[in-house]
């Protein structure tokens, strides 16, 4: 929880307030509030360089925390996880009886994780879990553990979608114990695992992003809790089923790297058959898949072809029927491997 103290002093600061750093000499204009936690608040501004974000914090120590994180993030090849720190500097307040720290970072415009699968379907939210995987090997193998890692931490960018994280406030070395979590992403919260960063904690907590998906009001710890009262809700949801194995076992702690979870999801995914009703979000109305598409259209030509053979002769030529059913047997290929590779091409 943030204190009286923080929120009279940096929290919701006015539109127009412009902030000005003491040691760079730079200017940021608020423009309105993105968000806040419990070490201070995230701000949209404007400066001669165009829009940033700003997090300002009254405790100096957790400012040092993260912007250490993100520029050690900066020096990791190819890794895009989180945003690009752009400045470090300290606002002297009103008549300069009060310094606070402050660091500007990259503003990363885009939909919200939730928001974006209910606009685009549930096949977007299998492909997205795959680049998280593929992004959280990496932030492991650095040796940090995100930590408070949730929907509301994550945003999918345009072009090409890709899921970005937007807050690496809980991020923690691992070993150490967790900085900040969420009751219902926190494994200790559920019996299912200490507080101890390491990567089982990240991966439990993708788990339980795949089933907020589904399930996007919270549901609270019953009197079975752990892996019994989870499972029922893996159970009861169409598209958690096809990831059924993968799930219980992120929940159990059983994955020892997010590559080894990345290849059984993928795995998973390859192995679903192509089904005519996939059950999305309760929120929004996914659009219909590659999958339900190809499905119709192939009963919809079967059913063309009965009415055309019902106005010719009542003896059809074997041949005949045996070129329809490999037309749609081809039509049917032809589908799922464009999308199959569609998925390897969104992750590479």
């Known amino acids: 929880m943030m204190n009286n103290t923080m929120k009279n002093q940096v929290g919701n600061l006015p539109q127009g307030t412009t902030i000005f750093g003491k040691w760079h000499q730079k200017s940021y204009t608020i423009l309105k509030t993105l968000g ?26 957790s400012i ?57 379907g549930m ?82 907590a993708v788990a339980m992003i795949m089933i907020h998906t589904c399930y996007p009001k919270q549901f609270q710890k019953n009197g079975e809790g752990g892996i019994k009262q989870l499972s029922s809700y893996i159970h009861g949801n169409l598209w958690l089923r096809k990831y059924e194995k993968v799930l219980v076992r992120a929940l159990s702690g059983q994955y020892t790297s997010a590559a080894a979870m990345k290849r059984e ?27 339900q598409t190809s499905a119709s259209y192939t009963n919809r030509t079967q059913k063309n072809r009965a009415r055309q053979q019902a106005t010719q002769s009542q003896v059809v030529p074997k041949k005949s029927k045996s070129k329809g059913f490999i037309e749609t047997s081809v039509l049917i290929t032809i589908v799922l491997a464009a999308y199959f590779f569609y998925i390897y091409g969104t992750l590479l």
């Open 36 to 61: 806040y936690g419990a070490t201070g608040y995230v701000y949209l501004t404007r400066s001669s360089s165009g829009l940033a974000a700003l997090k300002i914090s009254e405790n100096s120590s």
């Open 64 to 120: 040092t925390s993260e912007v250490n994180v993100l520029r050690h993030f900066s020096k990791v090849r190819g890794f895009s996880l989180g945003p690009s720190l752009l400045d470090v500097d300290d606002w002297i307040m009103g008549n300069g009886q009060k310094v606070f720290s402050f660091y500007v970072m990259e503003y990363l415009e885009g939909e919200a994780f939730l928001t974006f699968i209910q606009n685009k």
């Open 123 to 204: 096949e977007w939210a299998g492909i997205l879990v795959l680049q998280l995987l593929t992004d959280l090997q990496t932030l492991h193998e650095e040796g940090w553990v995100f930590g408070d890692l949730k929907p509301d931490n994550l945003i999918v960018t345009a072009n090409p979608p890709k899921v970005r994280l937007i807050d690496v406030g809980g991020t923690t070395i691992q070993g150490r114990a967790i900085k900040e979590f969420t009751e219902f992403f926190d494994r200790g919260y559920w019996g299912l695992g200490s507080r101890k960063a390491e990567p089982t904690y990240d991966l439990f």
């Open 265 to 291: 999801f993928l795995q998973a995914m390859s192995d679903s058959k192509p089904s005519a009703k996939v059950q999305a979000a309760p929120q929004g109305k996914a659009k219909a898949s590659p999958q």
